[in-house]
Nanobody, 128 residues
Framework: QVQLVESGGGSVQAGGSLRLSCAVS????????MGWFRQAPGKEREKVAV????????YYDDFVKDRFIISLDNANNTVYLQMNNLKPEDSAMYYC?????????????????????WGQGTQVTVSS
């Protein structure tokens, strides 16, 4: 069973930066399709960024393009989300998850429901 543990959240002022980490362990093989998601109180979980190992074309939702960067460190089984120029509307619980797709495009176009092995999340709070 793959286990995911997120860390790196915190409270920052608007314009600040945070780097989230997702440590991946367990399972007989690691997923090549990894994503970051977020959920604010009273809202549905939404897809923030998705990456497919070995492909340099990640997916970013429009509200984080040019501000967030997703990356994979395969040697350390860790997925990162570098978040820059944070805005109050970025405040949410952030989760990482593994996708089932074994090809690039199906991976990055997968809906939230196609991801699993959810971590416990890490809280990000951005004040204005």
């Amino acid at each position: 069973q793959v286990q995911l543990v997120e860390s790196g959240g915190g409270s920052v002022q608007a314009g600040g930066s945070l780097r989230l980490s997702c440590a991946v362990s367990g399972g007989s093989s690691s997923s090549k399709c990894m994503g970051w998601f977020r959920q604010a109180p009273g809202k549905e979980r939404e897809k923030v960024a998705v990456v497919y190992s070995g492909d340099s074309r990640p997916y970013y939702d429009d509200f984080v393009k040019d501000r967030f960067i997703i990356s994979l460190d395969n040697a350390n089984n860790t997925v990162y989300l570098q978040m820059n120029n944070l805005k109050p509307e970025d405040s949410a619980m952030y989760y990482c998850a593994a996708g089932r797709s074994r090809l690039w495009y199906p991976c990055i176009s997968s809906p939230v429901s196609d991801f699993g092995n959810w971590g416990q999340g890490t809280q990000v709070t951005v004040s204005s």
